[in-house]
């Protein structure tokens, strides 16, 4: 069965960030926490609920991810203590979308703070993610909860990081299966270095060509067609 560990592709970019997170189950010395932060479409969700999905059976401690948006919209709607004990207590916390804190307000920003200083005074490891720059993020309690976290930027994949990840992502839905049609490589040489911005784009194109279009079509189709049908 296919995980979506398998389609991480790490690159000098995103490397301190990816495999910090990927290795953030083992026994350390200390407690970590990082604040990681680059533009949409990088895969820094991805890699985050790619670990926390996992369960490394050789590293027994407890992971848990989770969006910030999950956390505001539970508090208002009436706190969750079981909830906010998982996230509070767990001894990884992956909180992606930390900008969610900031949309909701003073009520978001003191949520950050509390449970970020609730981690720290317990030692526990703590990655948060964002779009920005923690400079940009537009709440000093928020900025002021981060301030010692080590900062590292994840970088979007270049043409080859993106080439190597079309491959994987068309690897998703193919499987070991030799019986379902795959996109020639000219096609995805095209996806990869001329259509795609960053990895969530060459993943909806992928996602596209293979629900939307007929396996028969599929094996044989090419360049000048995928130009067509994705309106480039």
Same mark, same amino acid.
């Given at each position: 069965?296919?995980?979506?560990?398998?389609?991480?592709?790490?690159?000098?970019?995103?490397?301190?960030?990816?495999?910090?997170?990927?290795?953030?189950?083992?026994?350390?010395?200390?407690?970590?926490?990082?604040?990681?932060?680059?533009?949409?479409?990088?895969?820094?969700?991805?890699?985050?609920?790619?670990?926390?999905?996992?369960?490394?059976?050789?590293?027994?401690?407890?992971?848990?991810?989770?969006?910030?948006?999950?956390?505001?919209?539970?508090?208002?709607?009436?706190?969750?203590?079981?909830?906010?004990?998982?996230?509070?207590?767990? &001894? /990884? %916390?992956?909180?992606?979308?930390? $900008?969610?804190?900031?949309? *909701?307000?003073?009520?978001?920003?003191?949520?950050?703070? =509390?449970?970020?200083?609730?981690?720290?005074?317990?030692?526990?490891?703590?990655?948060?993610?964002?779009?920005?720059?923690?400079?940009?993020?537009?709440?000093?309690?928020?900025?002021?909860?981060?301030?010692?976290?080590?900062?590292?930027?994840?970088?979007?994949?270049?043409?080859?990081?993106?080439?190597?990840?079309?491959?994987?992502?068309?690897?998703?839905?193919?499987?070991?299966?030799?019986?379902?049609?795959?996109?020639?490589? &000219? /096609? %995805?040489?095209?996806?990869?270095? $001329?259509?795609?911005?960053? *990895?969530?784009?060459?993943?909806?194109?992928?996602?596209? =060509?293979?629900?939307?279009?007929?396996?028969?079509?599929?094996?044989?189709?090419?360049?000048?067609?995928?130009?067509?049908?994705?309106?480039?």
């Amino acid at each position: 069965m296919a995980s979506m560990l398998d389609e991480i592709v790490i690159t000098d970019g995103n490397r301190q960030a990816f495999e910090t997170i990927l290795s953030i189950g083992r026994e350390h010395e200390g407690f970590v926490e990082l604040f990681v932060w680059g533009s949409p479409g990088t895969g820094k969700s991805t890699v985050v609920h790619a670990r926390g999905r996992e369960r490394d059976l050789l590293a027994p401690r407890r992971i848990v991810s989770c969006h910030a948006g999950e956390i505001v919209d539970v508090l208002q709607s009436g706190a969750n203590d079981e909830f906010l004990n998982r996230i509070g207590e767990a &001894d /990884v %916390l992956l909180l992606d979308g930390v $900008d969610r804190f900031v949309d *909701a307000g003073e009520l978001g920003a003191e949520i950050c703070r =509390l449970l970020l200083t609730q981690r720290k005074r317990a030692g526990l490891d703590t990655v948060v993610v964002s779009d920005v720059p923690l400079e940009e993020i537009a709440s000093e309690k928020i900025r002021e909860a981060l301030a010692d976290f080590s900062a590292v930027e994840v970088k979007p994949l270049d043409a080859q990081g993106l080439r190597q990840f079309a491959e994987r992502i068309q690897n998703s839905f193919v499987g070991k299966s030799a019986d379902i049609a795959r996109l020639n490589d &000219d /096609v %995805l040489d095209f996806i990869a270095q $001329d259509f795609a911005q960053n *990895a969530a784009d060459v993943r909806n194109a992928l996602r596209f =060509l293979f629900t939307e279009i007929s396996e028969e079509e599929r094996g044989a189709i090419t360049r000048e067609k995928v130009t067509e049908l994705l309106g480039v």
